[in-house]
């Protein structure tokens, strides 16, 4: 579905990405797992046009999408969750919702409920502002307004940053729900354990360089992974 | 349409045949109480610009100081274009009009729109580079750009079309109170369907957190152009508003001062509130003028009060100001609008508290 071709990009004069290539299939969910720095949100920026690579291609549903607009990506089906959530405070969590669809101009009622639906605590608290929501809600909401421009494709950045470990869960829970109805699911994380667990397709990233890859379960039994990312010693 | 609907609009129709009543009577009786017109006139043209400033500042999150240049070009365009043709060589006696302008006139509406629409292009311009800028800057930057702008207008080299550090004189004044007034409505009428538009939640979204406005595919540069040209548009209509109210203008009347004061009267009403730009507006406008009697001398059983002479009003007007925004630190109305709900909820609220808090 998504196909990125050794992708270069800069980032503040430095290159982080540098040449990278994978793939993510059609209704999967795909992890992209590194430490900081590694340049995993400069490459969903770059996926979302918030950034131009320097070279490379990205390809989506077989079309070059390389340096084309926010906008248009966002119309051919690609989201992108942002890092640290990014909810607007000031402005109602139906608002919140309604943002997301910004660029549709047909009627949002059945998406709204479909929300409601996935988030039933969202729709509790419609009216309020977004900014008195906790951390997870605020999570949450992130997550229905960027389903509200029925995506094909979601890209998450760091979902569980900074959220206890049983709202992660819920969370991860969520995605899944997600994922099943039809949404292609591209995650990155530092809590590499909960993103390996749910991933089908599983790539490393270290210092803007792909260093590995596999099935999230087979890397969950790997020794080099589980000493550099789960914090389990070598045997 | 609830019970509560039709209050709220029978309550709209009788405020707004009371206002239209009350300016008929002040027309009607237009020599009596020429003051009290003038006061009203003045708080609906600083009204549309506050709004329009409330727009970009409040709702768009663009801390712009322009204003008194975008005004100084309506204001201009307007003037000019209205002077009468027979009395222009009495107004640029010194230097002459340019001959292509000599002949050029335009009524009072079209001339406003006109002197919009210089001051919407002249957005348009500077906007490309400068809303690159945030916060601070773009202050300092759109503050910049309207001394460059007065002073452009009173350069010598403008002589035979602005009249130069002259200035002008002889604008036809408004026929009757109505005109401004209903200007002014509009204007914030139009600017109110925009806020509540996809456009203005857009608007807010940039505020609020423009990171996440851009992943949701808002094209920053191209809404923040948008909310400047427009807000530079309705700022341009209110100076010609103000070129007809004053009937005599100059460039000093636009420095930074104007830019300051209508600046108090957004943070006063309430950053992000439309209907609090224009409460404060007639409060600041009222204000200054019912302060008034400070200004005079006062003597209590004989005995002259020394504190109350000229410029004393300012000193009263200042602390005023400061117990407003120390203790409204989010000015009048905070980001709310007036509503009828909200003026009944606080009666009730009111009520609840007085009969022993049960709320």
Request: charged share 15%.
């Amino acid at each position: 579905m998504l196909k990125i071709n050794d992708l270069k990009v800069n980032y503040g004069g430095i290159e982080a990405v540098k040449g990278i290539s994978f793939e993510v299939p059609e209704k999967s969910i795909v992890t992209l797992i590194g430490a900081n720095g590694a340049g995993k949100s400069t490459t969903l920026r770059t996926i979302a046009g918030l950034k131009k690579p320097e070279s490379g291609s990205i390809s989506f549903l077989g079309k070059d999408i390389t340096g084309t607009d926010t906008s248009s990506i966002i119309a051919q089906g690609i989201t992108l969750v942002p890092e640290g959530r990014h909810v607007f405070p000031d402005m109602t969590v139906l608002e919140n919702i309604k943002i997301g669809a910004y660029l549709r101009k047909d009627s949002l009622e059945d998406d709204i409920n479909w929300v409601y639906d996935l988030f039933p605590r969202l729709k509790e608290r419609s009216w309020q502002l977004a900014g008195t929501l906790s951390g997870g809600e605020q999570q949450m909401l992130a997550v229905a307004r960027a389903l509200m421009s029925r995506p094909k494709l979601m890209m998450m950045d760091e979902p569980s940053l900074g959220l206890a470990p049983i709202i992660v869960q819920g969370i991860f829970d969520i995605i899944r729900e997600i994922n099943k109805q039809g949404v292609t699911i591209l995650l990155i994380e530092q809590n590499a354990n909960m993103a390996l667990h749910a991933a089908d397709l599983a790539y490393v990233m270290e210092t803007g360089h792909i260093t590995m890859q596999g099935a999230g379960k087979d890397l969950l039994e790997d020794e080099s992974i589980k000493a550099a990312y789960l914090g389990k010693k070598k045997a | 349409m609830t019970k509560k609907n039709v209050r709220n609009l029978v309550l709209s129709i009788l405020l707004l045949a009371a206002a239209g009543g009350a300016l008929g009577w002040l027309q009607a009786n237009s020599s009596a109480h020429s003051y009290a017109i003038s006061i009203i006139e003045r708080s609906a043209i600083y009204a549309v610009v506050a709004v329009a400033m409330n727009m970009l500042t409040g709702f768009t999150g663009l801390f712009s100081l322009g204003q008194a240049g975008f005004m100084a070009l309506g204001a201009y365009v307007t003037g000019i274009l209205t002077i009468p043709v027979e009395m222009r060589a009495n107004v640029y006696y010194l230097n002459g009009i340019a001959p292509w302008l000599e002949n050029v006139h335009l009524p009072m509406l079209p001339a406003l729109i006109l002197g919009g629409l210089v001051a919407a292009v002249f957005a348009a311009l500077i906007g490309i580079p400068i809303l690159r800028l945030k916060s601070d800057y773009l202050a300092i930057a759109t503050l910049g750009f309207a001394e460059i702008i007065r002073a452009f207008l009173a350069s010598p080299a403008m002589n035979t079309i602005t009249n130069g550090s002259f200035g002008l004189n002889n604008i036809p004044a408004f026929s009757n109170i109505f005109v401004p007034c209903i200007v002014s409505a509009v204007c914030i009428f139009l600017m109110v369907l925009l806020i509540n538009s996809s456009y203005g939640r857009a608007f807010k979204a940039i505020r609020e957190d423009d990171v996440a406005a851009e992943s949701m595919g808002i094209n920053l540069f191209r809404h923040k152009e948008l909310a400047f040209v427009i807000s530079s548009f309705f700022t341009g209509i209110a100076g010609g508003l103000l070129a007809v109210y004053m009937r005599s203008i100059d460039t000093k009347t636009f420095q930074v001062t104007l830019t300051y004061n209508i600046l108090l009267i957004v943070v006063l009403g309430g950053i992000g509130s439309v209907t609090g730009s224009i409460i404060g507006s007639f409060l600041i406008n009222g204000g200054q003028e019912w302060l008034r009697f400070f200004d005079e001398p006062l003597s209590i059983g004989g005995v002259q009060i020394p504190l109350f002479r000229t410029g004393f009003r300012m000193v009263i007007y200042s602390v005023l100001l400061m117990i407003v925004v120390l203790f409204w630190r989010r000015g009048i109305m905070g980001t709310s609008e007036f509503t009828w709900d909200n003026l009944f909820g606080l009666f009730k609220r009111k009520k609840k508290k007085n009969a022993g808090g049960e709320a």
